[in-house]
């Protein structure tokens, strides 16, 4: 449903977002790219008189939990504006949760750097999520590179982890 000024906010929101954590995380919304890995199949995205204020991503995914392939739901492109930093993560993923139950995956996760542990945690008190430490990610990159391998590994990963069906 978005539009290309849409998208030009969004990723312009993004850029701003991402950037202080590091050049590149705000280079790959150049060019009103809104999206970083895969496309968002939906998005939560808040707004207020000043624009873009806070947003969330979520992907229906496949992933393998020990031997099983399970369909679960992926959240990502987590950005709260900087003036309103630190009233985002709980309502964002509350605001999500019902969408989570309706499309009726186990869980619903997400990875975070390290660094981010104190904010997410906050959501943990809640007792809404877990963060796991200690657990291998293999994704795949999103662009093609010809000097690197389709699949990269991060073992410096915290996975923020929903139970939703289960």
Sequence with gaps: ELQLPDHLELSEFFRKTYEPTGAFNGKQFAGGRSWA??????????????????????????????????????????????????????????VMYPVLQQLGVPFAFGSVRPALRNHVSRFCRKGLANILSGVRVRSTHPDVYLDLPPTRVDDNVLVLVLPIGR
């Design 37 to 94: 890995g895969a496309r968002p199949e939906l998005r939560v995205i808040g707004r207020d008189v000043h624009g873009v204020a806070a947003h969330l991503g979520l992907l229906r995914r496949y992933i393998k939990v020990g031997d099983d392939d399970l369909l679960v739901a992926e959240l990502g492109l987590y950005g709260v504006r900087p003036d309103l930093e630190g009233l985002g993560i709980a309502h964002s993923i509350s």
